[in-house]
């Protein structure tokens, strides 16, 4: 087992940052990855960004390239994930996972997932 607690979402204006933390707990080390998806209303649950365990290999959709940042404090088994120039269109919940698959892009390759946290963007 595997939990993850999220932290640090919340509404900001267009143009605003924020930054997202996960912390994991548990059988980390039988983990291969950690990602962070996001979920709007009405739509399917969106990739956002995917890091192995190690750190030497990040993947961002390209929806969020050159605006968020995922890294990875491994003594605390946390993930952060600093988000810049937010747009309206980023608003959604955003979910923490942990996958023991290398493919860090589907969501059915996660085991275990977050609660969520609420990151609302205004125009």
């Known amino acids: 087992q595997v939990q993850l607690v999220e932290s640090g979402g919340g509404l900001v204006q267009a143009g605003g940052s924020l930054r997202l933390s996960c912390a994991a707990s548990?059988?980390?080390?039988?983990?291969?990855?950690m990602g962070w998806f996001r979920q709007a209303p009405g739509k399917e649950r969106e990739f956002v960004v995917g890091?192995?365990?190690?750190?030497?290999?990040?993947y961002y959709a390209d929806s969020v390239k050159g605006r968020f940042t995922i890294s990875r404090d491994g003594a605390k088994n946390t993930v952060h994930l600093q988000m810049n120039s937010l747009k309206p269109e980023d608003t959604a919940v955003y979910y923490c996972?942990?996958?023991?698959?290398?493919?860090?892009?589907?969501?059915?390759?996660?085991?275990?997932w977050g609660q969520g946290t609420q990151v609302t963007v205004s125009s």
């Open positions: 890091i192995n365990w190690r750190g030497s290999t990040i």
């Open positions: 996972a942990v996958s023991s698959r290398s493919n860090v892009v589907l969501p059915a390759n996660y085991d275990y």
């Open positions: 548990g059988r980390v080390y039988s983990m291969y990855a």
